[in-house]
């Protein structure tokens, strides 16, 4: 068999306001969660998000550290339409979550903001922008 990616797991410092954050993208995390050392939840398509807390890591890595610098990884969602890339922006740095790039319109053709979850880690918004009529002649 050929592994299969199927989990992105990610370590919290501060649980339910990360738990909170990825709510309000609309991750379904259970209610209660936020009680939990480990939570997981089912991403359409199969894939898994899972979060532990510190402890629950030094529980089986009692030498763990966090990275040092900038996050090496980022997350994308993909948005309904370039309005919705703007009112999630909005409602999350509304909320205190910390943005990073308001939303541009990109050159590659997408509505585009960055956020950062409260752990630090580079949240992608984007969609698809309408297709710009070709001049005539």
Do not use: K
Request: hydrophobic residues 35%; aromatic residues 10%.
């Amino acid at each position: 068999m050929t592994p299969r990616f199927d989990l992105v797991g990610m370590v919290a410092t501060d649980l339910p306001r990360t738990l909170d954050f990825y709510r309000r993208l609309g991750v379904d995390v259970p209610p209660g969660a936020e009680h939990e050392p480990h939570v997981e939840v089912a991403l359409p398509g199969g894939l898994r998000l899972a979060w532990d807390t510190v402890e629950t890591i030094r529980s089986f890595d009692p030498d763990w550290q966090p990275g040092s610098g900038g996050p090496r990884v980022s997350l994308a969602f993909r948005c309904a339409d370039p309005a919705e890339v703007d009112r999630y922006y909005a409602e999350l740095t509304g909320a205190g979550f910390t943005g990073h790039r308001p939303p541009w319109d990109a050159f590659w053709g997408q509505r585009y903001a960055v956020l950062h979850d409260p752990e630090g880690t580079g949240v992608d918004l984007y969609a698809p922008l309408p297709e710009r009529p070709s001049p005539p002649g």
